[in-house]
């Protein structure tokens, strides 16, 4: 069966992109998921149609997201849109830690440097050079990333972080103008506080955060889901390099 769309998603297995995964299968199309958490990743599974693909991959390795992204086209013949979520802080990525990642610049050794932009800029820079020749070929496609309000206005203690996000910004920026002309969309989500691992329930991050949210609490993974879905299924294609902070407002 056929179905409108053939969504392929990066970074399914917690927080918002398991909320993108599942607000996806609920409108009923086709996905697939990536994850380079293979066991949270299969914990998704009863709760999306039969025919899905979930793969273990890493978004870091070019030859991965290629891998992926061939295997796709395999079992579904097209994919007409990708949502990369894959990033975040490392240690939190990995272990499931959040406080290693919080600390100065200075800090920070030059190798963990490498590391948080690996994941967090060249993971978008892999999927997109992986996905985007299938989507010239169509003359058509939509790619939304998910950057984060670090990018755009900094973050004190995870300065690395902000910078690849801020890099993902530009990048997606400089894509639109590169391939919008030819079909293909691409827009960027910018998450603010949201109740995922990265604000466990009785952090002292969380009020320090809550403190520059104009709405007074933090956001919901289905939040941000809402509005990446839309921009990967729904919003028209003259909305193109474009950045939507999902961040609870100003302070």
């Not at 870091?60 to 949502?83: H, P, W, Y």
């Not at 989507?135 to 496609?141: F, I, K, Q, S, V």
């Not at 890099?167 to 590169?178: D, Y």
């Amino acid at each position: 069966m056929v179905t409108e769309k053939v969504l392929l998603l990066v970074g399914a297995a917690h927080g918002i992109g398991r909320a993108i995964a599942l607000q996806a299968a609920e409108r009923g199309v086709q996905l697939a998921a990536c994850d380079i958490d293979g066991s949270a990743l299969e914990t998704l599974r009863p709760h999306l149609p039969v025919d899905v693909l979930l793969t273990e991959a890493d978004v870091t390795c070019l030859k991965s997201m290629q891998a992926f992204v061939n295997e796709t086209l395999v079992r579904f013949g097209r994919i007409d849109t990708v949502i990369c979520n894959a990033g975040g802080m490392i240690s939190l990525v990995h272990e499931g830690k959040v406080n290693a990642n919080i600390r100065q610049f200075q800090e920070i050794p030059p190798t963990d440097w490498k590391s948080i932009i690996d994941l967090n800029l060249y993971g978008a820079l892999n999927i997109a050079n992986a996905v985007i020749p299938t989507m010239l070929d169509r003359g058509d496609g939509r790619i939304v990333f998910v950057s984060s309000v670090s990018g755009l206005v900094g973050s004190a203690g995870l300065s690395v972080y902000a910078a690849a996000k801020g890099g993902v910004i530009a990048f997606a920026k400089s894509l639109a103008r590169e391939v919008s002309a030819k079909g293909i969309s691409i827009n960027t989500v910018a998450p603010g506080g949201i109740s995922t691992r990265a604000f466990p329930e009785g952090s002292p991050s969380i009020e320090k955060r809550l403190r520059s949210v104009a709405i007074g609490r933090l956001g919901t993974a289905e939040e941000v889901a809402n509005v990446a879905v839309y921009l990967a299924c729904d919003a028209p294609q003259y909305l193109t390099g474009e950045v939507i902070s999902v961040s609870g407002g100003p302070p």
